[in-house]
């Protein structure tokens, strides 16, 4: 089945600076690329996401890029804000969504 | 608009004793899930239902079991609880399966 790593598994950065979330997946058949955030209490919600034909897609001030040869995607949030402050997920899907092991994101005021 | 609704928020259970966790969604989804999450190890898929009248084991299925009543809704039933089930439940619903995911809101479960 699917494995997805995700790294790091926690960090920290300054207001205003950037942020990079990196995941690796195995199964080759994976076509979908969701991210989710989770804040404290909460259950996650999908933030953006990301198919296998295309390369990299960004909202505002989130942007993922897909790199399949190599297998592996990433979450780029720019302008960090005191409100991204949450756990994150990347998940890979062929027909069913196998979930990474989260990163804890703090952005320091 | 609901989206994803799970009761109840929070529930303490004694050793032994049995418990079902409810989820429906309004959002006319094929595929259902029941997740846990435990610190550390994500979310992890315990069971899910492809579309109403079919149910398959995820991961972690031991200890669970999951009835699709109907198209909406899908139950995650304790039979005999255990300590090592204390963790946070979510349902969460899907148009097909491998599609954008929706959850609920997380069932707080303590067993002591």
């Known amino acids: 089945g699917e494995n997805v790593e995700q790294h790091p598994s926690t960090l920290s950065v300054q207001e205003g600076d950037s942020a990079v979330i990196k995941c690796t997946y195995s199964?080759?058949?994976?076509?979908?690329f969701p991210w989710y955030k989770q804040e404290l209490g909460k259950g996650p919600q999908l933030i953006i996401d990301i198919r296998s034909n295309v390369g990299e897609k960004k909202d505002q001030r989130i942007a993922v890029t897909l790199n399949k040869t190599a297998k592996h995607f990433s979450l780029h949030i720019t302008e960090t804000q005191p409100e991204d402050s949450a756990v994150y997920f990347c998940?890979?899907?062929?027909?069913?969504?196998?979930f990474g092991k989260g990163t804890l994101l703090t952005v320091n005021p | 608009n609901a989206g994803v609704t799970q009761t109840p928020k929070f529930q303490v259970l004694k050793t032994g004793q049995s418990m079902t966790l409810q989820c429906a969604q309004d959002m006319n989804h094929n595929s259902m899930y029941w997740y846990r999450q435990d610190p550390g190890m994500g979310l992890r898929l315990i069971y899910y239902s492809a579309s109403e009248g079919t149910t398959d084991k995820g991961e972690v299925p031991n200890g669970y079991n999951v009835s699709r009543l109907n198209k909406r809704e899908f139950s995650l039933r304790l039979e005999s609880a255990a300590p090592s089930q204390t963790s946070v439940y979510f349902c969460a619903s899907s148009e097909v399966g491998g599609n954008t995911i929706y959850f609920g809101e997380g069932s707080w479960l303590t067993v002591v």
């Open positions: 998940a890979a899907s062929s027909y069913k969504l196998t």
């Open positions: 199964d080759s058949a994976s076509n979908y």
